[in-house]
């Protein structure tokens, strides 16, 4: 276990539903991170939080929509996705953002249909 | 240019190999350097930081060469549990973030 939780660990939804992941870390650590991993390509950064602040979006589309409520939780909120959109969905957090060990959750298994 | 590049592999040796993989990278201001180890649909977890000097855990070894902008993996005497994806690892632009190679896949035969 490395101290970071992620649920549900597998996902099916509509391209119409609204469904949430969840993200906790046990760590004490102050950043997050929402990463998607789809098939034979590299970890695409999503979302950095820092300290519950936002300080990184990388271009992604407004149907994904993340939430930092305090260190320890992040969520990504998902509505009207796309069967593009089907990857392994993974956070991580460090102690601080930048050049911090990461550490990953077991990640979401998301299938849009 | 990509930011992290890797040969994707996949590398398949036997038990007992040597087998090394580089890494190149495009920042030249990059100051954090790792190589994670991903499993087949597992999330990926640290093997090991690489430091300017080169360092060595078991039977890894990691090194970084700057002026080229390359790192190295090396493992010896491969073990069957050795087979994964092994992602290179820099610190990205922004500072903010890290930034993951494609990964290079190692199989090990008996």
């Known amino acids: 276990e490395t101290g970071v939780t992620q649920t549900p660990r597998h996902l099916v939804m509509g391209m119409t539903n609204k469904k949430s992941l969840k993200c906790e870390q046990h760590?004490?650590?102050?950043?997050m991170y929402w990463y998607k991993q789809s098939a034979k390509k590299p970890l695409e950064l999503m979302f950095v939080?820092?300290?519950?602040?936002?300080?990184e979006n990388n271009s992604v589309p407004s149907r994904f929509s993340p939430e930092c409520p305090n260190s320890s939780h992040l969520f990504l909120h998902l509505h009207t996705l796309q069967p593009e959109d089907s990857a392994l969905y993974l956070c991580?957090?460090?102690?601080?953002?930048?050049?911090?060990?990461?550490?990953f959750g077991a990640g979401t298994r998301l299938s849009v249909l | 240019r990509k930011e992290v590049e890797q040969d994707p592999g996949p590398f398949n040796v036997p038990e007992g190999a040597t087998v090394a993989f580089n890494c190149t990278y495009s920042n030249s201001a990059s100051q954090s350097f790792f190589w994670y180890r991903q499993d087949c649909r597992k999330e990926p977890k640290l093997l090991m930081s690489?430091?300017?000097s080169g360092n060595e855990d078991g039977r890894f070894t990691a090194q970084l060469n700057r002026a080229s902008q390359y790192i190295s993996l090396l493992i010896r005497d491969s073990k069957l549990s050795d087979s994964a994806t092994y992602l290179c690892?820099?610190?990205?632009?922004?500072?903010?973030?890290?930034?993951f190679g494609k990964g290079t896949s190692l199989l090990v035969t008996p």
């Open positions: 690892v820099v610190s990205s632009n922004s500072g903010y973030a890290l930034n």
């Open positions: 690489v430091y300017s």
């Open positions: 760590l004490g650590h102050n950043a």
């Open positions: 939080y820092n300290f519950k602040e936002q300080t």
């Open positions: 991580a957090s460090s102690q601080e953002s930048g050049s911090d060990i990461q550490y």
